[in-house]
């Protein structure tokens, strides 16, 4: 893929983030965890994170990666969490990551 520009990667990532059992769609959206743009990151850590991203190779390394980006693990957390999961799971992190 040549496509460079942040909002067309964003839009892609979010519309594959279910499919990441296809080798060609994973290798795309996993790609994309090192994208200098944290609207794209947040996407690929919402595309990491959930259910059809189970056993999929690269999602554990990816979301790892992500995680240690906390500024931008901490927005992907507010903006899709109520304010009550949000607490739990940024403490959750916290804890995790020291």
């Given at each position: ?46 595309a990491?994170?959930?259910?059809w ?46």
């Amino acid at each position: 893929m040549n496509e460079q520009h942040p909002y067309v990667i964003k839009c892609g990532v979010e519309a594959l983030s279910n499919e990441l059992k296809h080798p060609e769609v994973a290798k795309f959206v996993l790609a994309q965890v090192d994208n200098e743009s944290p609207f794209v990151r947040r996407k690929v850590a919402l595309a990491v994170g959930n259910s059809w991203s189970k056993g999929v190779d690269g999602v554990k390394e990816a979301a790892l990666k992500l995680m240690a980006d906390k500024e931008n693990l901490k927005k992907t957390v507010e903006a899709n969490s109520s304010l009550k999961q949000q607490k739990l799971m940024l403490e959750a992190i916290e804890k995790e990551l020291k």
